[in-house]
């Protein structure tokens, strides 16, 4: 990167990155179901569904109020900014993320022989929650025809709508290799506008 450079990563791929790694072992957790824990499965499954649905509300909702002004004081990404591609920006949060990932699967898996499938079903419903957001911004996004970018030293501890975060830049919808909402872009136009 030349001088005055730097990097800009997705917001909404940021938010969506570890929703699938809280999806699938929240789920393999649930076979939790399979032990009858203290609790019985009955009362462990009606326990984790209403953690399902209690976490993906909360984690949904959580600083969308920040989100939302963050975007609206947007201002026009520089010609001489970096964007990150978002197989880069999933890895480098996957990869921040990966002992928290696991130490909460092996605590989900081990809830499992107190209240059966509870533990994994608040994981799938934190993936939920965070996959939903992400959608929420990928609306915001089309409907403003711009994707959010925000600087990447300021999300080191991956919160893009965080203290250190004071601002987002925008591109055009076609920039970068993320649709609206942090997807994986079909290859249908070449990805370089701003």
Do not use: C, H
């Not at 130490?103 to 608040?122: D, E, T, Y």
């Amino acid at each position: 990167m030349g001088r005055g450079s730097y990097a800009l990563a997705r917001v909404a791929v940021i938010v969506r990155a570890p929703a699938g790694w809280l999806w699938w072992p929240g789920l393999a957790a649930g076979i939790g179901a399979l032990v009858p824990g203290l609790t019985g499965r009955r009362i462990g499954v009606l326990a984790g569904a209403a953690l399902f649905l209690v976490a993906a509300v909360v984690v949904f909702a959580v600083r969308r109020k920040r989100y939302r002004e963050l975007a609206r004081a947007a201002s026009r990404a520089g010609k001489s900014v970096f964007l990150q591609d978002r197989a880069v920006t999933v890895r480098a949060r996957r990869r921040a993320l990966r002992w928290w990932l696991l130490l909460a699967f092996l605590a989900a898996v081990g809830s499992s022989f107190a209240v059966p499938a509870a533990g994994g079903m608040l994981l799938a419903g934190l993936g939920a929650g965070l996959w939903a957001k992400a959608l929420w911004l990928g609306r915001w996004e089309r409907a403003n025809d711009a994707l959010l970018w925000v600087r990447t030293e300021r999300v080191s501890r991956g919160r893009p709508a965080g203290k250190a975060v004071d601002a987002y830049q925008t591109t055009g919808i076609v920039a970068g290799d993320a649709g609206p909402g942090g997807a994986r872009r079909q290859r249908t136009m070449a990805p370089t506008a701003r």
